[in-house]
């Protein structure tokens, strides 16, 4: 053994979407020091906290070691050790069994956020075994403005903070706390010293709000009327682009017509913003070209999910802000394998007809099953029944609105089984449970598929322990006992080496690289159009009937309809020390955030009794929390902010770790559905608020 310290550099991952640079110092198999890479093309040295504490996330003793079979009545903790080969037995005689009985589509695949190649071996597995059913968390993350996005313009417009913007929108975005898509905020940053411009929507006075030119303190869920409000100044002012409107969009005399009804002396009692901020904030977007709006989860966290991102991707295109450098563009991948052949789409064509949400009705192109659908599928077998599902890198007890019915569906599945690195509310509600490797244990490549035109190399830095075995080697090793052995590798090294065989790399020559970037082309629509039924910017979507989808974006009211009972509105955003409900057990991370806060503005805190540290029920509709008031003045006095993601893992099993006690989810709903992602409302919700 030596004890020499090697320093590995590699990219950080799974505490986020990932990005940064990072050196990493090795001795005996640990990681004795960590540190941002400065020559990180992302970060440029920057490093988080979530980040600092890696070391502890891979050595805490109640790390799961070795897999795990349920012995007592689930839920109960009860449990046996057994080997890996009787791990994946049972699963392939479960899942078999009920593909036998049910169909195969009665087997869903879950997966959380999206970490690391292992998302797209699951999708791979899911059309090999012949399910269409990959349930995902992106109803909430990413596919409304994505799906959205390919509906308006074709492709997904992402902020490019590669280049110069003259002003950066950053509407419903945390992005010093949450690093949100993976644009790390050292970018925006640096472009605020050189005189960039900001605009940021936000209820609450973030890092950023502090910087910003103009900060608009929205109502909760009212972005898309404020959306509508911009584009009628835009409009009415004539600020737009001529040349871009005239050649390149489609319907804006539609849109005119239509944002006219939307004028910010109208609307800035909806959002509770002053018309004159909202007018000047409006011009300053258009005036500056080019700019960029870089939008986060609040766009998706409504059930008015798609008229938001719609109207904020009108405003895009008016402005001619799609696709030129410092705009929102269409990142250019590089020469990698191509996600479809990644993951066989060709083995199950019929998918988009069979996959559970087809019923709902959903927007096409919407490829993964939103969790309240999947839910009443395991419920109430609408519209057929599912019965067995494998899960991966996700705690949906947690994560998933209305916790209550989720517990309900988990209990109620055949056969569970979760792969996971720590016991979590969700794990303990399997059958089988998988000690996971993680992120510095096994060879990665990140942000593959997240349509960033870009992807990061992640080489192993320590060895997994004991029985941990990295998502892509279990499932590598599953495909075969389920599925023809053809389809899979000798090892889950095959995965990367045909993901990287387009661009000649091996693994470790791009390991050395460190990334690989798709060229910068811009204003590709001045050759090849935009890939819309009209070959333009659809501001009127032209398969609007045919899809049942509103032509134009719209305001037809808040997320949540008033109500005297719960008369404040209940929002959240991010805890920058956690991930979701991750990582609660790193004591490190614990220390920054020893529990879970209700910030309430001081003065309506001062209407409801409630001091400083008090314990407070948080409760609306739906159900009830316990968490405790931190007064603040930096968010509205009408909207109270409730920490999410809370449990307990040093409750140690007991009532599964305390998952209801404190859970944001255990106040959301289902009830209410957006119709085009099945979005339910997390970020909109009428509550009200007492000492306990
Ligand atoms: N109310 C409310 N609900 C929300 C949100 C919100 O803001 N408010 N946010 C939504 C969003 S944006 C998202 S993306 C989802 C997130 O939903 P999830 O992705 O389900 O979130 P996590 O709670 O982080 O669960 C991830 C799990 O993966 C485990 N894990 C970590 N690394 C590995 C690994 O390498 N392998 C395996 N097998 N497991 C690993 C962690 O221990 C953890 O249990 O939640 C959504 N739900
Ligand atoms: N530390 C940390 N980082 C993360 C994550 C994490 O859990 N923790 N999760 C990762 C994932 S999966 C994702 S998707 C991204 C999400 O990253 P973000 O998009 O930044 O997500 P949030 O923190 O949910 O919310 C962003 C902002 O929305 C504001 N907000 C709340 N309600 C409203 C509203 O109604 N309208 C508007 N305009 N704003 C509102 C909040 O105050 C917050 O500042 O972050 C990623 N990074
Ligand atoms: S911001 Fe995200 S990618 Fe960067 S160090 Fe922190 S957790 Fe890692
Ligand atoms: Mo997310």
Known sequence: MTDTVRRVKTHCARMDHGGCALVAEVKNNQIVGIKGDPEGFLNRGYICPKALASPERLTHPDRLRHPLRRTGRRGTGQWERISWQEALESVSENLSRIRAEYGAKAVAFCQGMPKGLEHFVLIRLANIFG???????????????????????GFYPVSDFHHPSKSVMLWGSNITATNEEGEICSMLLHQLKQGTELIVIDPKQTDMAKKARYWLQIKPGTDNALALAFLHVVIAD?????????????????????????????????????????????????????????????????????????????????????????????ANEPKILDL????????IPSKA?????????????????????????????????????????????????????????????????VSDIFMTPTASL?????????????????????????????????????????????????????????????????????????SGLTYEQFAEQGFMKGENRFQKYLTAGFKTPSGKVE????????????????????????????????????????????????????????????????????????????????????????????????????????????????????????????NFNMLTSTEKLGKEFGTPNLKSIRCNIRRK
């Open 131 to 153: 399910s269409p059913n990959v349930v995902a968390v992106q109803d909430v993350c990413h596919a409304p403005r994505e799906v959205s996005g390919m509906h308006t313009c």
């Open 238 to 330: 004539e600020l737009y682009d001529r040349n871009f409107v005239s050649a390149y969009t489609h319907g804006f005399d539609e849109l005119a017509a239509h944002v006219s009804n939307y004028p910010p002396e109208k609307m800035a009692e909806i959002v509770g913003v002053p018309a004159s901020l909202i007018r000047d904030s409006a011009r300053l977007y258009a005036m500056s070209h080019p700019a960029a709006i870089q939008w986060g989860n609040a766009i998706e966290h409504t059930v008015r999910a798609f008229d938001t991102a719609r109207a904020l991707i009108c405003l895009m295109a008016v402005c001619g802000n799609l696709d030129v450098p410092g705009g929102n563009v269409q």
């Open 340 to 347: 479809g052949k990644f993951v066989r789409a060709d083995l």
């Open 353 to 417: 007809k069979e996959m559970i949400h087809a019923h709902h009705g959903t927007i096409p192109r919407l490829m993964t099953v939103p969790p309240a659908f999947f839910k009443k599928a395991v419920l109430e077998s609408v519209p057929y029944p599912v019965r067995g599902a494998y899960m991966q890198c996700t705690n949906p007890l947690m994560g998933y609105a209305d916790s209550r019915e989720t517990f309900n569906a988990l209990m109620n599945l055949d056969f569970l089984a």
């Open 430 to 502: 399997a059958d089988i449970v998988l000690p996971a490797a993680t992120h510095f244990e096994f060879n990665d490549i990140g942000h593959y598929g997240l349509g960033h035109g870009y992807i990061l190399a992640r080489p192993k830095v320590v060895d997994p322990p004991e029985e941990c075995r990295p998502d892509m080697q279990i499932l590598n090793d599953l495909g075969k006992l389920l599925t023809p052995a053809e389809y899979w590798y000798e090892d889950c090294n095959g995965f990367l080496k045909s993901l990287l065989s387009p």
């Open 539 to 662: 501001l009127r979507l032209s398969n609007a009937e045919k899809f049942r989808l509103p032509p134009l974006p719209a305001f037809a009211g808040t997320p949540a309809d008033d109500d005297p009972d719960y008369p404040l509105i209940l929002t959240t955003c991010k805890d920058r020390y956690y991930l979701h409900s991750s990582y609660r057990w790193v004591e490190k991370l614990r220390e920054k955030s020893p529990c879970p806060l209700t910030e309430i503005h001081s003065e309506t805190a001062a209407i409801y009794g409630i001091r400083e540290g008090d314990e407070v029920i948080v409760s609306t509709k739906y159900g009830s929390i316990s968490q405790f008031a931190s007064l603040t003045e930096t968010v509205r006095k009408d909207t109270v902010y409730a920490a999410y993601g809370w449990w307990f893992p040093e409750a140690k099993g007991e009532n599964g770790c305390e998952w209801e006690k404190s």
